[in-house]
């Protein structure tokens, strides 16, 4: 389609909706609450809570970035990642459209903490998808904190924390009922999708119940189809709020996000040449808070919040490759593995008590105990064809194996810490200086393991095969770890500040790291049950202006770590359950032998040109270095940002152009591949709500990469042999609301 066209359409269509929304009905009170410059600029004023305090996003001294549920409606959303990805310092990788995760100033999944509503999203951290078992329709806001913060949340901080906080349901004066019904298109993939939601309640209780339908089919790029890039998903989600008692708040939430059928086009957790695809991959939370507020004038508020998540992933993986081993008499067995069915069950429980104290006017202090623990069991299914075939290729004998193993033992990660925050005022409240620690014992345990447990041929099954292998003896490790922050935000004008944070961060190595155990056959990628945490210190200074005209935060950062996990050569020692001797055999084993070093900058600019026309940009870049080994740091991305135009109309709605770009990425670790620099140019229009009597409609549509540029995003160059990312999106979203 000729692109001038597409512009030409796209803008027509905003023009006519204009015309029909002329007589549209005020926005609600929360809406109209926030100020128009607010609504042309973000000058902070949004409320976060991720930093265990609700304070408006311009008294934190934190660098933070949220999202809101407009963003999500007036873009195309795919995923959640790829909003987040709009934010400067967050880039997203992904493997095809649904499986998507993000990287915060260079700091890869197992370095942040994902939280769903303050509870952690604890799976495996080889696979991306973490993020995809979201619900974007039901997303209130998505607050990222950008650095190390371990003191709130524990290991794994070290890079940032995502905190997505769903929509929740309301108390009111008066019963009411009310809800909203939603239809999206998008053409890069046919993806269709359909969610509902209703919400009623009065000033004793409420309760929202919401669901999600979607089904998309294979991406399109600008070269081709993306095979096996498909994927089906239901999500439902129910919240319920009482109050028994006055200044007595109970809530419980349930959330089922599941998806099937979901090809994964590639990925360095499986060969080039396989066919793998997520045939259930899903999460379960159950979540029940009970907070007390107002017990006192020294502690406003005593909360209590229990958790239980269940993340399921099967995978169905057609290996689509054959060996042939040349026998000594002459023959030739050739084997052909015909699928493999990995499976992982990751439970996570998770408990937490917090206290609010008002020590003073001016001196608030956060105290509290979280303890969780995840559980992993994971099992795999291989079923071969062994066939032996003469020198003239006649079929002599076939064997059909099944072989039965655990590729982690089952083992079980729990944590308990303390933790405190402190906020104080000081200058007149120019200067705020917030200080935190934290105090964390980790338990490890695991059961044996074993590299086969057992074996079928021709039906016949052996639970003790000779060449069966012990992986990780029965055993349990203990690690005890602290962590500290402290920023400091200081008012040179009013609407200018500074700030600066320093903070002592780890993450305790995780369950795959540990037990990871995949045979290469010469060779095994061997975990190590005694790995040590590893410990970061980074730095990170600010620089902002909060004007109505004029809106910037830019911040550069240092971040360095040690005891860092990395792959070292070595042995594995192992013994046969058949023999009493041990053997060895080559192995890349996970070891704390290396130093990162990440520093760089990003920042963020609105500038409020005329009336309500706004141009925007965002940069950022980040360096990464493997200190130790003087190498580069792996999926580093590239420097890169984006400049747009923004114009809104508050009795119409607004319409957006953005160019989106990327250097060349040529600083790369070991196996990975270089990649070019690119831009693309997006456009989103939206309508305000249009007045329909009973109801109101409100339209978003737009196009993603209007001229249809061919480009690789450097995060995402694991995919496989197609490694391009979706060509010209064409989307449409209609939202009734009641």
Known sequence: MNKLCLLTTALLAFLTLTSYSQNAKKLKADNDSISLADRNIRIGEVVVSSLRMDRKMRELPASLSVTRASDYQRQSSLTLSNVLNAEPGITMGSDGVWATNINIRGLGENRLVTLVDGNRVETATDLTASLSMIDINDIERVEVIKGAQSSLYGTGAMGGIINIIT????????????????????????????????????????????????????????????????????????????????????????????????????????????????????????????????????????????????????????????????????????????????????????????????????????????????????????????????????????????????????????????????????????????????????????????????????????????????????????????????????????????????????????????????????????????????????????????????????????????????????????????????????????????????YGFDFKLDYNVYDNLVLFASGAYVRGKDTDANENLPLVPPLNGRLGIRYSNYKAGAVELTLVGAAKQNKIAEGEKKTDGYYRLDMAVSTNKIDLGIARLQVFAGIDNITNNSYTNHLSTNRGDISIEPGRNIFVRLNLSF
């Not at 808070?289 to 992933?313: A, G, H």
């Not at 992982?344 to 937490?352: D, E, R, V």
């Not at 933790?419 to 007149?428: A, K």
């Not at 500074?498 to 305790?508: E, G, I, P």
Request: neutral net charge; aromatic residues 10%; hydrophobic residues 35%.
């Open 167 to 598: 929509k929740d349901g309301h108390f009111a004066n008066n019963p009411y009922l009310s809800g909203d019904v939603a239809s999206g298109f998008a053409s890069a993939n046919k993806l269709f999708s359909n969610h509902a939601a209703i919400n009623t309640g009065n000033e004793k209780w409420y309760f929202r119940l919401s669901g999600t339908k979607s089904k998309a089919d294979d991406i399109q790029t600008p070269e081709g189809i993306l095979p096996n890039s498909q994927f089906t998903t239901n999500n439902i989600a129910a919240k319920v709020g009482i109050k028994p008692y006055a200044n007595h708040l109970l809530k419980i939430q349930y959330q089922r996000n599941w998806a099937t059928d979901v090809g994964i086009p590639g990925g360095n957790a499986f060969p080039g040449a396989a066919e793998a695809t997520y045939t259930d991959i899903g999460r379960q939370l159950f979540n029940a808070s009970y907070e007390i507020t107002n017990i006192t004038d020294k502690l406003p508020s005593l909360k209590i919040n229990y958790f239980n998540q269940y993340i399921l992933r099967d995978v169905s993986m057609i290996p689509n490759t054959v060996t042939e081993t040349t026998l000594a008499n002459g023959n030739t067995q050739r084997t052909t593995p015909e699928l493999i069915t990995p499976s992982g069950k990751h439970l996570t429980n998770g408990a937490q008590i917090q206290g609010t104290w008002n020590l003073s006017e001016k001196n608030n202090l956060i105290t509290g105990l979280d303890v969780w623990g995840r559980k992993l069991t994971t099992s795999r299914e291989k079923y071969i064809t062994v066939e032996v075939v003469n020198p003239q290729d006649d079929l002599l004998k076939t064997n059909n194996l099944e072989r039965g193993e655990t590729p982690i033992p089952e083992s079980r990660f729990n944590s308990a810490g303390l933790f405190f925050q402190d906020e104080v005022h000081l200058l007149d409240n120019r200067l705020t200086l917030i200080t935190g620690g934290r105090l964390d014992q980790i338990w490890i345990k695991n059961e044996e393991g074993f590299d086969v447990d057992y074996l079928i041929v021709n039906g016949n099954r052996n639970d003790y095969p000779s060449t069966r292998r012990v992986t990780f003896e029965k055993g349990h490790e203990n690690s005890f770890s602290w962590s500290a922050n402290a920023g400091i935000l200081y008012q040179i004008h009013k609407n200018v500040d500074v700030s600066l944070n320093l903070a002592r961060s780890f993450r305790s190595p995780s369950l795959e790291e540990r037990f990871k155990y995949i045979d290469l056959g010469n060779y095994v990628r061997l975990g190590d049950p005694s790995l040590k945490p590893e410990k970061g210190y980074s730095a990170d200074f600010g620089l902002r202006v909060w004007n109505p005209r004029l809106c910037l935060q830019s911040g550069v950062f240092l971040n360095r770590i040690t005891n860092m996990i990395v792959e070292a050569p070595g042995e594995f020692v192992y013994t046969l359950t058949s023999e009493s001797e041990p053997d060895t055999i080559p192995a890349l084993i996970n070891s704390n032998v290396s130093k990162a070093l990440l």
